[in-house]
T-cell receptor, first 112, second 116 residues
Framework: QKEVEQDPGPLSVPEGAIVSLNCTYS??????FMWYRQYSRKGPELLMY????GNKEDGRFTAQVDKSSKYISLFIRDSQPSDSATYLC????????????FGTGTRLQVTL | GAGVSQTPSNKVTEKGKYVELRCDPI?????LYWYRQSLGQGPEFLIY????????DSGLPNDRFFAVRPEGSVSTLKIQRTERGDSAVYLC??????????????FGPGTRLLVL
């Protein structure tokens, strides 16, 4: 079993929809949680970062971490065609803070 | 300013050959990371440099893989006796000082390696 599980999709939604992306993990030592966006044939770029449990909001994006359930989420409001990309969750823990463990990535398609 | 750059962008080689992949990190970043991304998968950690030294090489799959960063800036990932299973996108990332979970890792576009 992988340390981080993520549904690969693809997920197709109409423009303007609210998108919910999720990851589960098994390593209780993880305490840094990130969401990266990766466009086709590009490197991942950091979208959101959260330390430990809680919520964080940045514009149309909200990241949630529930450490008790080992579950993290990314919500995208008012989705746009330009949001079409692969979304990767990533996490790390004390002692291995430099080593990110990624999920498989969820491919999102926002249609007009 | 310039981001992380990687060369070549694509590399096709034959099974058994030797390849070198280069990474130029963001100027001033002391931490440098290599990841490998297979088709349909997330990136997998290979090695992390703090300055010139490899601080964590636990992700290197076997002794055919080796990486160097002799002057603490540019890094080269070297793969000997390539196998078809080595085909993947090799991503490089850098961060300001490394070792802290909240520090952003900035990724390059990757080198797409195809072993025939």
């Amino acid at each position: 079993q992988k340390e981080v599980e993520q549904d690969p999709g693809p997920l197709s939604v109409p423009e303007g929809a609210i998108v919910s992306l999720n990851c589960t993990y098994s390593n209780s030592a993880f305490q840094y949680f990130m969401w990266y966006r990766q466009y086709s044939r590009k490197g991942p770029e950091l979208l959101m970062y959260t330390y430990s449990s809680g919520n964080k909001e940045d514009g149309r994006f909200t990241a949630q971490v529930d450490k008790s359930s080992k579950y993290i989420s990314l919500f995208i409001r008012d989705s746009q065609p330009s949001d079409s990309a692969t979304y990767l969750c990533a996490m790390s823990g004390p002692g291995t803070a430099s080593k990110l463990t990624f999920g498989t990535g969820t491919r999102l398609q926002v249609t007009l | 300013g310039a981001g992380v750059s990687q060369t070549p962008s694509n590399k096709v080689t034959e099974k058994g050959k030797y390849v070198e992949l280069r990474c130029d990190p963001i100027s001033g970043h002391t931490a440098l990371y290599w990841y490998r991304q297979s088709l349909g998968q997330g990136p997998e950690f290979l090695i992390y440099f703090q300055g010139t030294g490899a601080a964590d090489d636990s992700g290197l799959p076997n002794d055919r893989f080796f990486a160097v960063r002799p002057e603490g800036s540019v890094s080269t990932l070297k793969i000997q006796r390539t196998e078809r299973g080595d085909s993947a996108v090799y991503l490089c990332a850098s961060s300001l000082s490394g070792g802290m979970g909240e520090e952003t890792q900035y990724f390059g576009p990757g080198t797409r390696l195809l072993v025939l």
